[in-house]
């Protein structure tokens, strides 16, 4: 099996385009829709690398990156994090930045530039 993407994303539409375009490559998608979910899949399972919506319905990306990066499990203070947003107001990249996000990319997603993104962290298997 691939490399294992986790994707907390609320947007049904948005979970079936990256679930496809990732897995045209290689990569196994985990799915959480939640920010909290997200979080207990992250530390349930092993995870090579977390696609992180902002705005999320329970609590927001940041906050989930935040808890991500202090989690119990040693290993998730390492796992990139890109961060998929709609946000793109002046200060929105930084603040993700400083949430622990190691990227930041606007929606509406580019599948071109996903596939360079996760392939810089994680070189696909096809």
């Not at 709609?86 to 993700?96: C, H, P, S, W």
Request: hydrophobic share 45%; net charge negative.
């Amino acid at each position: 099996m691939g490399n294992i993407v986790l994707y907390i994303e609320d947007n049904p539409d948005n979970m079936i385009l990256v679930k496809r375009a990732l897995e045209s490559r290689g990569y196994h998608l985990l799915q959480a829709m939640t920010g909290l979910d997200g979080i207990s899949m992250a530390e349930k399972e092993k995870v090579d690398l977390i696609l992180l919506d902002i705005n999320l319905p329970d609590i927001d990306g940041y906050e989930v990156a935040r808890r991500i990066r202090h989690s119990s499990k040693p290993a998730l203070a390492y796992i990139p994090v890109i961060a998929i947003t709609a946000n793109a107001l002046k200060g929105d990249a930084e603040k993700a930045l400083a949430a622990g996000c190691d990227v930041y990319m606007s929606k509406p997603i580019n599948i071109r530039e996903l596939w360079a993104r996760v392939e810089g962290f994680l070189p696909s298997e096809n």
